[in-house]
């Protein structure tokens, strides 16, 4: 028999937060087919994860440069620029966070984000108070899909087994599942809220 479920855990990026490189790249590149190609083979999501993982962006950043020298004052970009790939709070989801909020639900963040870059998220969005607990990848040195930063919640108390997780990447719902969680892939917050009532979640 399945344990009632008691937490909701929420990823951050195109969760709660609109962030894409595609935001700041737009405005660097005139063609999209050539934006494209630069964060497929150059800045792509495999690149992005190791800062997420906890290696220095700076470091990350060098070593790019030097296999990619021609692109070297776009891959700063990444760095000095970073705030333009972040835009507003996605607010449905937002309300979601409130209302469960209001319900006395625990609430807790799981989100890959580089450490240095995360002061920046905690200045400009007010919303992150509301949660009881933030596990930031950057910070604990490990990235989801990795089994282990799942398990660091369980030192808030949180019964892996009687939570729910949020995450807009399939790879992370499997590996969130694999541990007994109850994973909800994200598409929009009209979705979601319907997934959270009929769990008994939301009220």
Request: net charge negative.
């Given at each position: 028999?399945?344990?009632?479920?008691?937490?909701?855990?929420?990823?951050?990026g195109?969760?709660?937060?609109?962030?894409?490189?595609?935001?700041?790249?737009?405005?660097?590149?005139?063609d999209?087919?050539?934006?494209?190609?630069?964060?497929?083979?150059?800045c792509?999501?495999?690149?992005?994860?190791?800062?997420?993982a906890?290696?220095?962006l700076?470091t990350?950043?060098?070593k790019?440069?030097?296999q990619?020298?021609?692109e070297?004052?776009?891959?700063a970009?990444?760095?000095?620029?970073?705030?333009?790939?972040m835009?507003?709070?996605?607010?449905?989801?937002?309300?979601?966070l409130?209302n469960l909020?209001?319900?006395?639900?625990?609430?807790?963040?799981?989100?890959n984000?580089?450490?240095?870059?995360?002061?920046?998220?905690?200045?400009?969005?007010?919303f992150?108070?509301?949660?009881?607990?933030?596990?930031i990848?950057?910070?604990?040195g490990?990235?989801?899909?990795?089994?282990e930063?799942?398990?660091?919640?369980?030192?808030?108390?949180v019964?892996?087994?009687?939570?729910?997780?949020?995450d807009?990447?399939?790879?992370?719902?499997?590996?969130?599942?694999?541990?007994?969680m109850?994973?909800?892939?994200?598409?929009?917050?009209d979705?979601?809220?319907?997934?959270?009532?009929?769990?008994?979640l939301?009220?």
């Open positions: 028999m399945n344990k009632p479920l008691n937490t909701v855990v929420f990823d951050l195109n969760v709660l937060i609109d962030w894409d490189p595609r935001h700041l790249y737009r405005k660097v590149f005139d999209t087919d050539r934006m494209e190609e630069f964060l497929r083979d150059v792509s999501m495999d690149w992005i994860r190791q800062s997420d906890g290696k220095p700076a990350c950043i060098e790019l440069s030097l990619h020298p021609h070297a004052d776009n891959i970009l990444f760095e000095t620029r970073w705030h333009e790939m835009q507003e709070s996605i607010g449905g989801t937002l309300q979601i409130e909020k209001v319900q006395g639900m625990p609430l807790y963040v799981l989100s984000w580089s450490a240095e870059t995360w002061p920046r998220a905690l200045e400009r969005f007010d992150l108070d509301l949660f009881d607990g933030l596990v990848s950057g910070i604990e490990v990235a989801k899909p990795d089994p930063i799942y398990r660091r919640l369980e030192r808030f108390g019964d892996l087994e009687r939570a729910a997780f949020i807009d990447r399939a790879d992370n719902i499997h590996a969130a599942n694999a541990l007994g109850t994973g909800f892939l994200f598409t929009d917050a979705t979601l809220a319907v997934q959270l009532l009929e769990s008994g939301l009220t």
